[in-house]
T-cell receptor, first 113, second 111 residues
Framework: DTAVSQTPKYLVTQMGNDKSIKCEQNLGHDTMYWYKQDSKKFLKIMFSYNNKELIINETVPNRFSPKSPDKAHLNLHINSLELGDSAVYFC????????????FGDGTRLSIL | QQQVKQSPQSLIVQKGGISIINCAYENTAFDYFPWYQQFPGKGPALLIAIRPDVSEKKEGRFTISFNKSAKQFSLHIMDSQPGDSATYFCAAGGSNYKLTFGKGTLLTVNP
């Protein structure tokens, strides 16, 4: 069973479109994260939710809006996609809010044409 | 401002050799130092982690060495195998509970 699963795995779309990425974890964790990995493989946190409450909100354009319907799910909606949004987006989860081991999904590769 | 500096950017090692990756941090508030391993097309996976109350932690062929005064920590992979070929990331976490990652090291282990 996949512990942290993201859909879709690949997303190719035009500039200006709106798209969503979904994430689900079956580890029973209470904290979830979104990371962005750029073309140089640099990983940077975007958002974190603990028990459905937003606890980390990095300097991310407000075109990006996370949503956590429950502890097992964290979705990412992106409005008005730009070329610079092309990256791999990773979802992760951990048990507890703090410096705990994080389990990552396999990523969603977003390509903007 | 990059708070965690990782080197080298890439590393080529012969099978059976020792791979060493170094990281340096600036923020003395960091108190959690994990290493992640990432294979192509996959997400990062936690390999080993250390907290500043110990100077070394070993798990199998993987060892973290930690030097608090120098604000440096390193990953040693003993008896490196071709299956260890991957990108390795160091990271540091502190009271704000965010992980700050290094830029990664692409390790290639030749057979």
């Amino acid at each position: 069973d996949t512990a942290v699963s993201q859909t879709p795995k690949y997303l190719v779309t035009q500039m200006g479109n709106d798209k969503s990425i979904k994430c689900e974890q079956n580890l029973g964790h209470d904290t979830m994260y979104w990371y962005k990995q750029d073309s140089k493989k640099f990983l940077k946190i975007m958002f974190s939710y603990n028990n459905k409450e937003l606890i980390i909100n990095e300097t991310v354009p407000n075109r990006f809006s996370p949503k956590s319907p429950d502890k097992a799910h964290l979705n990412l909606h992106i409005n008005s996609l730009e070329l610079g949004d092309s990256a791999v987006y990773f979802c992760a989860s951990s048990q507890g809010f703090g410096n705990q081991p994080q389990h990552f999904g396999d990523g969603t590769r977003l390509s903007i044409l | 401002q990059q708070q965690v500096k990782q080197s080298p950017q890439s590393l080529i090692v012969q099978k059976g050799g020792i791979s060493i990756i170094n990281c340096a941090y600036e923020n003395t508030a960091f108190d959690y130092f994990p290493w992640y391993q990432q294979f192509p097309g996959k997400g990062p996976a936690l390999l080993i982690a250390i907290r500043p109350d110990v100077s070394e932690k070993k798990e199998g062929r993987f060892t973290i060495s930690f030097n608090k005064s120098a604000k440096q920590f390193s990953l040693h992979i003993m008896d490196s195998q071709p299956g260890d070929s991957a990108t390795y990331f160091c990271a540091a976490g502190g009271s704000n509970y965010k992980l700050t990652f290094g830029k990664g090291t692409l390790l290639t282990v030749n057979p």
